[in-house]
C-alpha cells in the first residue's frame, strides 16, 4: 500500500483497556513478590562524559542500492556525526527503503548503512522500522545482522514480541545506580487484526508493556522506590502522536507536516508509562514530514528529524537528526535538530520550554 494512502485506511481505535496481570506471560502489578524477583537485562550500561551525555537520533535513511536517489545519505550521516561528536547513536528505524521478498540485497544493505556509522566507533543502536524486514530476511534475522556490526549495542530481549527491544543505563562515573533509563521498543511492522479494513501498522505489543514495568520496577527498586527518568525510542509512533494534535490544551514546536501514521490499536502503552511515572518522552520517526516535540498529558512527544535526504517522501528540507543532551545530576534534558548544512533549529529545554 502506497505509504500517504494508508493514512486514509488507518483509522486511530479506542484504548483497550488490558492490564499487565490480565494478560499471560506479562508482568505481575509492580510491588507483587513475582516482580520482586526479576532482573532484568541490561543491553548496555553507559557513564557521563565530563558531565554530559549526548544521543543522535537518526530515522528514516530509507536506503536503497542503486537507486540514484540514495547517493547523498553516506555524506548527510557522517556530516551529522562529526558536527554533534555523540556518546550514542540511535537508529530508529527504517535503515531500508521499502523491499520485497524477492530482492536479495537486504542484508547488504544494511551493512552498507550501518557500516558508516560503524566506522567513527561511536556505540549506536537501531529499533527496527516497518521497511527493514522486508526484503528476503525477516525481522529476526535481519537483526542478527544489525547485532553483528562492529559498535552495535544493541541484545535485544528473548521471550517477548518483536527483535530490537532493549534497555540502556546512564550513570555517573562510580556508579551503579542508573540516572537515565533509554528504552528501545520494537513497533513491528504491520497486524492482521482488521480494526479498520485491510492491514494496519503494528503496535507495541502486551508482553513488551510488562518486560518494560519490569524493568522499571526494578531501576526504581534501586533508587529507592523513586522512579528514574526514562526516555523511550521506537520507530511507529503511538495513537497519542495524534491525539495531541486535537487537544486544545496541548504545546506543541516543530513542524506538522502530515498527519501521524500510528496504529489503530492503542495497546496502552502510554498509560502504562504514566502509572510508571518515569518515562518522560516518546521519541519517534515514521512520518517523514513531522519533526514537532509536544507535551501531552505531563510525557513529551517527540519526533525525529527524517534523515534520508531524497530517498523518499519528504517536505522538510534539508534532512537532519534530533539530538539529545544530558546533564549529569539533572532530571531535565535538552533537544535540538541539527541539519545539513550545520544549522541548528528546535533547541529546547524539557520540560522548561513547555511551560504555560
Not at 547517493?71 to 537508529?91: C, M
Amino acid at each position: 500500500m502506497d505509504r500517504r494512502n494508508f493514512i486514509k485506511v488507518s483509522g486511530t481505535a479506542a484504548a483497550l483497556g488490558l492490564t499487565a496481570s490480565s494478560v499471560p506471560g506479562m508482568a505481575a502489578v509492580p510491588g507483587t513478590a513475582s516482580q520482586a524477583n526479576r532482573t532484568p537485562a541490561v543491553s548496555h550500561a553507559f557513564t557521563f562524559n565530563k558531565g554530559r551525555f549526548k544521543i543522535l537520533q537518526i530515522t528514516d535513511t530509507h536506503f536503497m542500492i542503486g537507486d540514484e536517489r540514495c547517493k547523498d545519505v553516506r555524506k548527510n550521516l557522517e556530516e551529522l556525526i562529526r558536527t554533534e561528536s555523540p556518546d550514542l547513536i540511535i537508529h530508529t528505524g527504517d535503515v531500508m527503503n521499502a523491499g520485497d521478498r524477492n530482492r536479495t540485497d537486504g542484508e547488504e544493505a544494511m551493512r552498507i548503512v550501518l557500516g558508516w556509522i560503524s566506522a567513527f566507533k561511536i556505540p549506536f543502536a537501531v529499533t527496527l522500522g516497518n521497511h527493514d524486514g522486508q526484503y528476503e530476511l525477516n525481522r529476526s534475522e535481519i537483526f542478527k545482522v544489525v547485532k553483528s556490526i562492529p559498535n552495535d549495542v544493541n541484545q535485544g530481549v528473548e521471550g517477548i514480541y518483536g527483535d530490537s527491544n532493549d534497555v540502556f543505563t546512564l550513570s555517573a562515573p562510580g556508579e551503579g545506580k542508573p540516572q537515565w533509563v533509554f528504552y528501545l521498543f520494537d513497533s513491528g511492522d504491520t497486524t492482521d487484526l482488521n480494526v479498520v479494513e485491510g492491514r494496519e501498522y503494528d503496535y507495541v505489543h502486551h508482553d513488551q508493556i510488562g518486560w518494560y514495568r519490569d524493568c522499571s520496577s526494578y531501576f526504581a527498586r534501586l533508587n529507592g522506590g523513586k522512579p528514574v527518568p526514562s526516555i523511550a525510542f521506537q520507530h511507529i509512533p503511538t495513537p497519542e502522536f495524534s491525539y495531541v494534535l486535537r487537544d486544545k490544551l496541548r504545546i506543541i514546536k516543530g513542524n506538522i507536516g502530515e498527519e501521524p501514521c500510528t496504529p489503530a490499536i492503542n495497546s496502552g502503552l502510554m498509560a502504562n508509562f504514566k502509572e510508571m511515572r518515569d518515562v518522560k518522552a516518546i521519541v519517534c520517526g515514521h512520518d517523514h514530514d513531522d519533526d514537532y516535540a509536544a507535551k501531552w498529558k505531563e510525557i513529551f512527544l517527540i519526533y525525529g528529524r527524517f534523515s534520508g535526504g531524497d530517498t523518499v517522501y519528504n517536505d522538510l528540507k534539508p534532512c537532519g537528526a534530533r539530538v539529545f543532551e544530558f546533564t549529569e545530576g539533572s532530571d531535565s534534558f535538552r533537544s535540538w535538530i541539527r541539519l545539513v548544512g550545520g544549522e541548528k533549529i528546535q533547541d529546547l529545554r524539557f520540560p522548561e520550554d513547555f511551560n504555560w
